[in-house]
């Protein structure tokens, strides 16, 4: 987040089951238009090929939140 305050844009990578809590902390922060990029739990544990899958899955979400509009 200090790259944000900073000008830089950021994504915020993680699992669904933090989602709730990243939007608090988001709003908390005084960063309610940051971005998160947000993949089905759990990661952990996952072989290989599942982990790609999720991987692709929020590569496009990261994109989309480095390159969009706010």
Request: hydrophobic share 45%; no cysteine.
């Amino acid at each position: 987040m200090e790259l944000e305050k900073r000008g830089i844009r950021t994504v915020v990578v993680g699992t669904d089951r933090f989602k709730r809590l990243g939007d608090v902390e988001r709003r908390s922060l005084g960063m309610p238009e940051l971005t998160m990029a947000v993949a089905a739990h759990p990661l952990g544990g996952l072989q290989a090929e599942q982990l790609l899958v999720k991987a692709d899955g929020l590569l496009e979400q990261v994109v989309a939140g480095l390159t969009g509009s706010r």
